[in-house]
């Protein structure tokens, strides 16, 4: 299925221009890749329903969104990881890897976008400034111009859009095309949901309408599309990491869709939808039974020692990563009664010291949650 056509420009090379989108006659989907979307469609929905039987999900969240995160940015090349960004935000470290910065953006991007959801649709307008929460004030190789589309030509790969792998439409193209894909997003149809997230995420990396960042902000896009059509609840899908395991494939059928493989991109990416579900659901129920075996540890203490240690083991699941300091300001506790309650869910077993040789300012990880979200 053709979506669009290589025209030579005025400058001398050569930019993939996309027709009007959708194709005019429509999608022409085999019954095999609508099954597929129909397993997906379900995948989602049991993950949904067993999310929902977490305690206290807002508290869990942020693990979710920082492993999406994580593996968004290092698709792009960041070296940071999960537990940087995780140190990063609990300030329990000074001694992290520069570009954590990648991640520590993505997060928020991400979490501006959620929030704007609940009283703005999904638009253009959305996506410039979910941008430039990406892309304002982070670390950069070069001038990303964030929240505002491009104006001038990019390209994917090379030196050059001359030699470039990939060249995408012209900047005067640019607003056509998104138009159109904006109003594929509202447009109702016969589509399944879980299909036109597929083809959102790749028709968004087909224009590429950003200097930089194009990627990341394609990866949210998929998410938040999810949210809006309430096939998700909470932003628990983190499909960034399955592109990342498979990272060839993923580039190799985005490339594959400018090509017209758009079955071929869609059943890559519903195994994604199938494989990441079942994963995040098997990681909700690890995440309900560590809960209970470690509540009943801590309710095994005396009556006063119990419920001071279970104010610090609920903002564990919120954030994993914590010294003493990170718990007076959760707790209101003293030093002194700060650093008892570490000692205790230390001896519990559900603390661990994260760097043993350190003699000072010493930072904890729960590492069994930890533990979790990284298999």
């Not at 590429?208 to 998410?223: A, C, Q, S, V, Y």
Request: aromatic letters at 10%.
């Amino acid at each position: 299925m053709k979506i669009g056509q290589t025209i030579k420009q005025p400058q001398g090379h050569k930019s993939f221009v996309p027709d009007a989108f959708p194709p005019q006659e429509g999608f022409d989907f085999s019954r095999k890749l609508i099954q597929k979307a129909s397993w997906a469609t379900l995948s989602l929905g049991k993950l949904d329903g067993v999310t929902q039987l977490l305690p206290d999900v807002d508290f869990f969240l942020f693990m979710y969104i920082c492993k999406d995160a994580a593996s968004s940015s290092q698709i792009e090349g960041t070296k940071a990881t999960m537990i940087d960004a995780i140190e990063a935000t609990s300030k329990t470290s000074d001694n992290l890897p520069g570009d954590v910065d990648d991640i520590l953006h993505y997060i928020k991007a991400l979490n501006y976008g959620l929030l704007r959801l609940k009283d703005f649709p999904l638009s253009l307008r959305l996506i410039q400034e979910i941008h430039k929460g990406l892309m304002e004030n982070a670390r950069a190789t070069h001038f990303s111009d964030p929240g505002h589309f491009r104006v001038s030509q990019n390209w994917i790969g090379g030196t050059a859009p001359s030699n470039a792998l990939f060249v995408p439409p012209p900047p005067h193209e640019i607003h056509r095309c998104l138009g159109d894909l904006e109003k594929f997003i509202h447009q109702t149809d016969d589509v399944l949901p879980v299909i036109k997230a597929g083809l959102i995420h790749a028709q968004f990396e087909t224009i590429h309408p950003f200097l930089d960042g194009n990627g990341r902000t394609g990866r949210m896009l998929i998410t938040l599309f999810l949210c809006v059509e309430k096939l998700l609840d909470q932003p628990v899908l983190f499909l960034s990491s399955y592109f990342k395991k498979h990272q060839s494939a993923y580039y190799e059928r985005i490339n594959g869709y400018h090509n017209g493989k758009i079955e071929a991109w869609l059943d890559f990416f519903l195994d994604g939808i199938i494989e990441t579900s079942m994963e995040a659901i098997e990681i909700a129920k690890k995440i309900n039974l560590l809960r209970e075996q470690d509540m009943q540890k801590v309710q095994e203490l005396g009556k006063t020692e119990a419920k001071n240690t279970i104010k610090v083991l609920f903002q564990l699941f919120k954030l994993p990563i914590t010294n003493v300091a990170k718990v007076q300001e959760w707790t209101g506790f003293t030093r002194q009664g700060a650093y008892k309650t570490i000692k205790r869910l230390v001896e519990l077993g559900i603390l661990q010291t994260k760097d043993k040789n350190k003699k000072y300012g010493q930072s904890y990880v729960y590492r069994s949650y930890v533990d979790i979200f990284k298999d």
